[in-house]
């Protein structure tokens, strides 16, 4: 197969052509270096010479000389006689996916379809740089700041204020990721109710909790072991595939009294679906009519990907109920920043909830989030535009490589959920690895079970490996029809 080449003209278009700082041949190899971290120069592509880029982009040649040789010195770029430069990522010491999340081992020729996490945005390199400008502040300290630091908080808490839900610095919570946050707001509101039923002379560790079906794996792992017992709503299906009907919602809210819920209203994952702009009040409604403590998961609201309006943050109409977010879906999971909006009355037992399982996120991470705020729509407007063009390529690969399988193509979030004509999900999942495909199979999605027809198909990978991804699909469902059994039964820990 020919390499691909990456023209200077091309290389100018994705770095720019200066200003540079002094030295200039660390500014060009840092600016090319990030290119290749976010995929923006394609991994195996081979760079222009030292001579074309330095024509291109206005450089003397010792200066692309010595850029190229930095690149080479920390293994961005392999250089051979007569082969040119050709793009490679360095190698991390023990791969770059955790034993926890890959217990089998990385590979790299595998396209890894089990998480919905992007990689690194062009802006966290010199987002982080100018964190470690501001940390010496910080030194002093002890460096616990449980709350999160008081900038960051400010920033979070202008945002939901400006996207209509007036909100005060202390109503906010810093945490380890949005998953962090969850946990605290399940672990705080479960407490409240196992104390109110004890004092009514029932037992602790009872306290129902409504979810969607099927919902964030990782949620369902930690409602069942803060000891909940889970009110299963199923998402209805139709030929627009999954939404959510209100009046069956509040019907099962009656007959079981649950006192909290987990809900992903915004792009929900797995389905991708949106609760309309015409069915929040009415949500909102039933839950407080049926005194229901909700917990919004908003990972994913800012990525729409098609041109609507915007609808109105649940937070806005129920009072009493916790959002978390997240800078993992638009920035970079290594981030782990996340936060909760807490209603004022819960402050207090939300804040001494968190103490009992950590003391804080890390201070620096912090300031690179308050640094990547500041250039926060523009991230996000460019996280939707390789999103869309990334979704709109796996839609064309599934639809081209097993046309009989169903899509419903979302209007936003990271994953497609395709139905498939058989329950067959947990075999395709073990079938697809002899095709260098990791799949997680739609029983992990289930809180009871279930939902063997669909498949998650996450389009957060670069689109080289999206391109590939029709025909390993086609390989593995050829071989799961023929395969006995289905599959996998016990729930595997999903990332995002």
């Avoid at 449980?146 to 920033?155: A, D, Q, Y």
């Avoid at 201070?363 to 640094?371: A, G, H, I, N, S």
Wanted: charged fraction near 20%.
């Amino acid at each position: 197969m020919n390499t691909p080449v990456v023209g200077a003209k091309r290389i100018v278009d994705v770095i720019g052509s200066g200003p540079w700082k002094a030295p200039v041949f660390e500014s060009l190899a840092a600016a090319l270096a990030a290119a290749i971290t976010d995929g923006r120069i394609q991994v195996g592509a081979r760079l222009p010479s030292e001579r074309e880029l330095a024509v291109a982009i206005g450089l003397s040649r010792t200066t692309t000389g010595r850029a190229y040789a930095q690149l080479r010195d920390q293994e961005y770029i392999l250089t051979r006689r007569a082969s040119g430069s050709v793009v490679q990522l360095p190698r991390v010491p023990g791969g770059r996916i955790d034993h926890l999340l890959s217990p089998a081992g990385a590979d790299d020729t595998e396209i890894d379809l089990t998480c919905t996490a992007p990689a690194a945005s062009p802006n966290i390199l010199e987002a982080y740089e100018r964190a470690l400008s501001r940390l010496g502040a910080y030194l002093p300290g002890t460096g616990y700041y449980p709350s999160g630091l008081p900038v960051l908080r400010e920033i979070i808490a202008d945002r939901h204020t400006r996207r209509g839900t007036p909100t005060d610095p202390d109503q906010i919570l810093i945490t380890s990721g949005a998953f962090g946050g969850a946990a605290i707001a399940v672990r705080a509101l479960l407490d409240v109710e196992s104390g109110e039923s004890t004092r009514r002379g029932g037992t602790r560790g009872t306290s129902r909790v409504l979810i969607e079906n099927p919902t964030y794996p990782n949620a369902i792992a930690t409602l069942e072991s803060a000891g909940a017992t889970l009110v299963t709503y199923p998402l209805e299906f139709g030929p627009e595939g999954h939404h959510w009907d209100i009046d069956a919602m509040e019907q099962l809210m009656r007959q079981t009294r649950p006192r909290s819920a987990y809900l992903i209203p915004d792009f929900h994952n797995p389905t991708g679906a949106l609760l309309t702009e015409a069915q929040r009040p009415g949500l909102a409604e039933a839950l407080r009519r049926n005194r229901v403590v909700p917990v919004f998961d908003e990972s994913l609201v800012e990525l729409g990907l098609d041109d609507g309006p915007t609808t109105t943050p649940m937070s806005a109409l129920i009072t009493d109920s916790v959002t978390v977010g997240s800078m993992s879906k638009i920035c970079w999971g290594g981030l782990r920043i996340g936060w909760m909006r807490i209603p004022r009355r819960r402050v207090e037992h939300f804040a001494s909830s968190r103490l009992e399982l950590d003391l804080g996120a890390p201070v620096l991470e912090q300031l690179v989030t308050v640094e990547l705020m500041g250039n926060h729509d523009a991230i996000v407007a460019d996280c939707r535009f390789r999103l869309r063009a990334a979704r709109d390529i796996l839609v064309a690969q599934v639809r081209s490589w097993v046309p009989e399988w169903k899509l419903f193509v979302p209007s936003g979030g990271m994953a497609l959920w395709a139905e498939l004509p058989e329950a067959r999900s947990g075999v395709l999942s073990i079938a697809a690895r002899n095709h260098g495909l990791r799949l997680v199979a739609g029983p992990n999605f289930a809180p009871v079970g279930g939902l063997d027809r669909w498949i998650r198909l996450p389009y957060t990978v670069p689109e080289t490996e999206l391109e590939q991804v029709g025909p390993r699909l086609a390989a593995a469902w050829e071989d799961a029809k023929s395969m006995t059994g289905r599959g996998p039964t016990a729930r595997a820990r999903i990332v995002a």
